[in-house]
């Protein structure tokens, strides 16, 4: 069975919604137009019952309107967090392997002292959530990033390039960094 896109049900819904109300302020209108016309009391009660009636259900079709749209946001905003959420754990992930490959090639590279390496570790955990916020974690490869820390880092043979980002040739800092 075919089922039409929510967008197209939620305007269906808004149309009739709309088209009921239109419906049920006429017939208010009409029976307010006779009630203030009438000089019958049997006729009084029978058409004061009747608007009545008439603008409850222009109430609840507002109401209806109401909840509808408020609904519509709720969904909108779970959306967006679910999406956000996604966008969180891809950059958790991602923080992950980054994290790993450039301690796996810090640990890896053999003319430097322990001592260096494990300050270089420790950088790599203190600043990495801070180097994800500065560049664009989520748009550019891992690759990319890698080649970045790693010239950052001064750590040899990794700049090469295939992987390395426009204008991210080992930095003074990097320079400081591996000699401190």
Same mark, same amino acid.
């Given at each position: ?13 808004? %149309? ?19 009630? !203030? ?15 009545? &009636?008439?603008? %409850? ?8 309107? !109401? ?9 909108? &905003? ?16 991602? %923080? ?7 301690? %796996?090639?810090?640990?890896?590279? &053999? ?9 270089l570790v420790a950088w790599l955990d203190d600043d990495l959530d801070e180097y994800a916020r500065s560049h664009d974690f989520g748009a550019e490869t891992v690759e990319i990033h890698i080649a970045r820390l790693c010239a950052e880092l001064g750590i040899a043979g990794v700049h090469d390039d295939a992987h390395a980002p426009e204008g991210s ?12």
């Amino acid at each position: 069975m075919f089922m039409p896109p929510t967008t197209d049900i939620a305007d269906q819904q808004d %149309r009739a919604l709309a088209r009921l109300l239109e419906l049920g302020l006429a017939a208010a209108e009409k029976v307010q137009a006779r009630l !203030m016309a009438t000089e019958d009391d049997a006729l009084l009660g029978d058409l004061s019952l009747a608007l009545n &009636r008439a603008s %409850r259900n222009v109430r609840q079709t507002i109401a209806l309107q !109401m909840r509808a749209a408020r609904d519509r946001r709720a969904d909108a &905003r779970e959306v967006e967090a679910e999406a956000s959420l996604g966008d969180e754990v891809r950059r958790a992930d991602r %923080r992950k392997e980054v994290k790993a490959a450039v301690e %796996r090639l810090i640990r890896d590279e &053999r003319e430097r002292p322990d001592d260096d390496v494990e300050r270089l570790v420790a950088w790599l955990d203190d600043d990495l959530d801070e180097y994800a916020r500065s560049h664009d974690f989520g748009a550019e490869t891992v690759e990319i990033h890698i080649a970045r820390l790693c010239a950052e880092l001064g750590i040899a043979g990794v700049h090469d390039d295939a992987h390395a980002p426009e204008g991210s040739e080992p930095s003074a800092d990097a320079a400081r960094r591996s000699s401190a």
